[in-house]
């Protein structure tokens, strides 16, 4: 028998049929003896609908309001599934976040989870019963309602899971599965079987849509063993999913490369001509962290006369704001000679654990892209991660051939010359 902490996404729980299913997969656990806990999300695209309301009374309604209407989404849902799996003769109790107390900061719209009072779960579980948990919600030590911001039902199961000292987490989606890459653009991409919290947090990062990120880091931080799986498979036979996991035993040492992720949503900044001296990175990117922006490549090129040239990435969401506060900045805090853009942009990162020990790959990847013809524009590495820029239009043609150069689709990737 083991705790297990299951997590169903909106599209999961995205009508009644749906959730007549979810319970009929939490009925199949708990027959086999296992203790659950259920975390949901609000039904597919009620959190939307929800926000849409309260924006139409005022563009800017007050986040401690806001979160109030958002947390009603999530408590629909518990109720509903609790229903169905009463109907199945099981014993089953909803919670909000405030009902559990799940205690978070008061940082309304995107609040942080401080501790969890895991005493009335237990007791819960105890008496047999399955334990229904509103997640992406909580409340703060002054009683107020609080969210944890988009995809934050992940977070939540997670720090269940965590305080429970859970066997499994379990995340639930619309995918059966990591893959090595998006099989919408390479049919060839399989399904790992298991992969690190390291790699997994460096696809996430890079534009992998599978998990939150936020919850990828909880998971590695309290070593809570994930599993992502379909809650539109059979109930009776089921894929195993994909493990994400902190241990790298042998057969994982042996995939260089796991998976390429990518990223459509970026721009490129880049401020030409700048003087060359201490400071002028912070002169250019102070008002941008003052404004809220969040950078993600930077590359700065020494170029002639004390001058440089220097580029950085943000959102494309946020392009053109990130444009007007360096045009607002340009000659008092910095000179320069133009302030150029570019939001037609992509990035395709690829990742393994491999990397550590195994050279050859840079080259590899450069080597592939530049046989297609396709430019690269900046380059960030880590341990574990070579990520580059290109043009939009052909990141697909990137993604299709280095999954095939780095022979994702047959496996593990033997040693590289």
Known sequence: MALIVQKYGG????????????????????????????????????????????????????PRELDVVAATGEQVTIGLLAIALHGLGLKARSYTGAQLRILTDSAFTKARIVEIDDQRMRKDLADGTIVVVAGFQGVDRHGNITTLGRGGSDTSGVALAAALKADECQIYTDVDGVYTTDPRIVPEARRLDRITFEEMLELASQGSKVL??????????YMVPLRVLSSFEDVDSPSPGTLITYEEDEAMEQAIISGIAFNRDEAKVSVMGVPDRPGIAYAILGPIA?????????VQNIGASGHTDFSFTVNRNEYQKAMGVLESQRGTSFEAREIIGDNRIAKVSVVGIGMRSHVGLASRMFKTLADEGINIQMISTSEIKIAVVIDEKYLELAVRVLHKAFELDKGALGPTA
């Open 11 to 62: 599209t999961s729980v995205g009508s009644t049929e749906r959730i007549r299913n979810v319970a009929k997969r939490v009925a199949r656990f708990h027959r086999e003896g296992h203790q659950l806990v259920v975390v949901v999300s609000a039904m597919s695209g009620e959190t939307n609908r929800l926000l849409g309301l309260a924006r139409e009374i005022t563009e800017n309604p007050d």
């Open 290 to 298: 003052a404004a809220n922006i969040d950078v993600d490549m930077i």
């Open 212 to 221: 939150q990120i936020r919850s990828v880091e909880f998971a590695g931080k």
